[in-house]
């Protein structure tokens, strides 16, 4: 089914652009997921060393993200 303004793909560089503008880097990303309040996002853990590491000896550690989405104060307010 087509829904009118929304396109059948999107370029990967056009992902990669909106992943790093939430701060996150898309060679850790496991998912992320844009709310009408906040960006959830869950993303491979590393260490001190930069190194996935596991918790349990088998499955990688994960960190949960929840970046609140919040307006602007309008140029007047500055």
């Known amino acids: 089914?087509?829904?009118p303004g929304?396109?059948?793909?999107?370029?990967r560089a056009r992902v990669v652009e909106l992943v790093e503008a939430f701060?996150?880097?898309?060679?850790d990303l496991l998912s992320v997921s844009v709310q009408r309040?906040?960006?959830a996002a869950e993303v491979f853990a590393r260490n001190e060393q930069g190194q996935r590491f596991?918790?349990?000896?088998?499955?990688l550690?994960?960190?949960s993200i929840l970046i609140p989405?919040?307006?602007?104060?309008?140029?007047a307010d500055r």
């Open 1 to 3: 089914m087509d829904l």
């Open 6 to 11: 929304i396109p059948e793909s999107i370029p």
């Open 37 to 39: 309040h906040a960006i």
């Open 54 to 59: 596991t918790n349990d000896g088998e499955n």
């Open 61 to 63: 550690a994960t960190h």
């Open 23 to 27: 701060g996150l880097d898309l060679r």
């Open 69 to 75: 989405i919040v307006e602007e104060p309008s140029p």
